[in-house]
Each structure stands twice: as C-alpha cells, then as structure tokens.
C-alpha cells in the first residue's frame, strides 16, 4: 500500500518513513497544489493528514475536531482536567493560582520551547498574559515518557532522559534512547486521553513524581525520530 500524506512543510520523519514504505508527499503552496514538489490540477484522495492543516477535504485518521484540540494545549489541557484525567494542576487566568511554583505556558507551544517558570505571587505579577496563557503546577519528575497509541492501543514508547529538568527533550538530547513499552499505568493513562481528545493516533508526553504519573500533552503529528518508529507506524498506517 502506498502511504499518502498530506503537509505543507517537510520534516525529517518523511525521510524515516520513506526508508520504510512507498509515501507520495500531497503540499500546498500559494494556492497551488503539489504532489512530490511537481504542480497538479487535482490532489490525489485518501492522503493521510499528519498536521494542522484542516480547510482541505481529505480523508484523516484523526478528526479535524481532535486536531484543533491537540494544537491548542490550553484547550486541550481544560479539556483534559475537567474530564477528570490526571494532569498537574492547571490555572487559566493569573487570578486563579494558588500555589507555586508554576510553569507559564502559551496556547500553542512546542518541543520544550516558549515557557518558564514563575516562583512567587511577584513574579506572576509582572508575567504579561493574555487569556492565551496557563498556568500549571510544577512537577518534580522522576520519569517522563513519549507514548504512541494508535487505534485505541499502545504502539510504542520512548523513556525520555531527564536533562536540563525544565526542557528535558530532544532538542537537547539529540536522542530519546531505545524503543520499549511503558508500565500498564501509563499505558492506560496514555490510550485515555488519547480517545477523550477524539484523537485515532498521538504522541502522548507522560511525567511521574515519587506519587503519580501526569499527562503533560498529547500531539496529533508525532515525529518519526528513528526508522524503527517509522515502521510500526507504517504498519499501523496499512492495516487500520
């Protein structure tokens, strides 16, 4: 089966899944249309959406809805709370934290970026926010996980090294480590928020302290970082 995928802009885990499995890459660009960089009339049906564009017609493994809520990790994370899944403690306004230290995040962030932390009732008062900010309780973590579900089912797992505790990623990393599968916990923790965001695959970012494990957020484009995950997600791809 050839793999289609839809995105405006290329990223390494096309060069993972190609050594993998035949992909024709579908892009848009100035209102034109592009299949492998070459101009088309018309797209190709059946691409698999992989990111955040959402105003074209095809057909996705994950829901538009499930991709909006996993690109604003506000929404996403109150969405998460309010159903009862277990997430650090989280503020949506500054009037409402009660405690500290916490983490300010923006609406939309990335891979460890464009967040800090705030200390003190001082310091979260010179913070310029909007109603785009949260405001999240800071976990001391002993472990952290990135957990890839697919189809209502654990498919794989990165134990993510601790490094440079507030951005432990990797960005700085450079490296997750090997494939492996994470205790039941998390596993249950990770197929759950997964299907309360409507989502039919994501990456899930998991913490634990010495008392629970945390859900941080769930991404509804994980990279392919290695040529072993481009493979099981292929096989996902092709058999769903």
């Not at 695959?201 to 769930?218: L, P």
């Amino acid at each position: 089966m050839e793999l289609i995928f839809f995105k405006n802009i290329r990223q390494p885990h096309f060069d993972n899944i190609r050594k993998v499995a035949k992909v024709t890459v579908v892009s848009r660009k100035n209102g034109q249309w592009f299949v492998e960089g070459k101009r088309v009339k018309v797209p190709p049906e059946g691409a698999i959406r992989w990111h955040v564009e959402l105003k074209y017609p095809f057909p996705t493994l994950n829901s538009r809805e499930g991709v909006i809520l996993a690109n604003s990790k506000q929404r996403q994370r109150k969405i998460l709370q309010d159903a009862g899944v277990s997430v650090p403690k989280t503020w949506f306004t500054k009037e409402e934290v009660k405690s500290y230290p916490v983490l300010c995040r923006p609406q939309r962030h990335a891979r460890g970026s464009k967040f800090f932390l705030v200390n003190s009732e001082k310091e979260l008062k010179s913070v310029k926010s909007t109603s785009s900010w949260y405001f999240s309780k800071w976990i001391i973590k002993e472990d952290e996980w990135r957990v890839y579900v697919g189809g209502g089912k654990v498919l794989t797992a990165f134990q993510k090294p601790i490094k440079g505790h507030l951005r432990g990623n990797v960005r700085e990393t450079g490296w997750w480590g090997d494939l492996k599968m994470p205790p039941k916990e998390i596993c249950e923790l990770s197929v759950l928020v997964t299907k309360t965001l409507g989502l039919d695959f994501s990456g899930v970012d998991v913490i634990s302290d010495t008392d629970n494990h945390y859900v941080v957020e769930a991404n509804s484009s994980p990279m392919l970082l290695t040529v072993e995950l481009a493979g099981i997600f292929k096989n996902y791809f092709t058999n769903v």
